[in-house]
């Protein structure tokens, strides 16, 4: 059974920079074909994918955000790690960690995260 | 980026209705797309994989079709519990895109 669990800062500065971890269990990010990235979620607004990084390492990113997010992995500690730059309110929303597999997709529980002085 | 054009935003049914919920892409998404059940304060739950592929464990009440750039998710014989909030998600093309969400009130 896949699990997705993210931890993380709920309430950041603005200007500051977000650290979010992802640990799974049930699958490897060394197997071909898996990545993990990172959806999230503001208030009232649809579902928007951020980054994924595949079991080679080949990583992807939401153009409007390329030059404000990282992400890495940890295959040994089955972790993902995502940074996100310069938090700005607008940044405001449940980030989620996914799993990703050909076409299975699935997410986790969600943590809050508010960017609020 | 694709966008997913999700109809209708809210629809009421009765338990036993046949209900469907569309997904138009912005471009061709081939059978890349996936459909979701959320319930408030709860993980979403993996209903349909690669546009018609039923999930399993997933109630065969729901099933999915379509390719290209038009989907639709239909649920059989509603039941109570299906009341949720459906979204569609495309992953043909990164950024991979989400629909806006229909949300389903069971009278």
């Known amino acids: 059974q896949i699990t997705l669990k993210e931890s993380g800062p709920t309430l950041v500065k603005p200007t500051q920079t977000l650290t979010l971890t992802c640990t799974f269990s049930?699958?490897?990010?060394?197997?071909?074909?898996?990545?993990v990235g990172w959806i999230r979620q503001p208030p009232g607004k649809a579902l928007e994918w951020l980054a994924l990084?595949?079991?080679?390492?080949?990583?992807r990113y939401r153009p409007s955000l390329r030059t404000r997010l990282a992400i890495t992995k940890d295959t040994s500690k089955n972790q993902v790690v995502l940074t996100m730059t310069n938090m700005d309110p607008v940044d405001t929303g449940t980030y989620y960690c996914?799993?990703?597999?050909?076409?299975?997709?699935?997410w986790g529980q969600g943590t809050l995260v508010t960017v609020s002085s | 980026e694709t966008t997913l054009t999700q109809s209708p935003a809210f629809m009421s049914a009765t338990p036993g209705d046949k209900v469907n919920i569309s997904c138009k892409a912005s471009?061709?998404?081939?059978?890349?797309m996936n459909w979701y059940q959320q319930k408030p304060g709860e993980a979403a739950i993996f209903i349909i994989r690669?546009?018609?592929t039923l999930v399993p464990g997933i109630p065969p009440r729901f099933s999915g079709s379509g390719y290209g750039t038009e989907f639709t998710l239909t649920i059989n014989n509603i039941q109570s519990e299906d009341a949720a909030y459906y979204f569609c998600?495309?992953?043909?093309?990164?950024?991979?895109?989400f629909g806006q969400g229909t949300k389903l009130e069971i009278k």
């Open positions: 690669e546009a018609s």
């Open positions: 998600l495309q992953h043909d093309k990164f950024p991979y895109t």
């Open positions: 996914a799993h990703k597999r050909f076409g299975e997709v699935n």
């Open positions: 049930g699958f490897s990010l060394s197997t071909s074909g898996v990545g």
């Open positions: 471009r061709d998404t081939d059978d890349d």
């Open positions: 990084i595949y079991w080679d390492d080949d990583k």
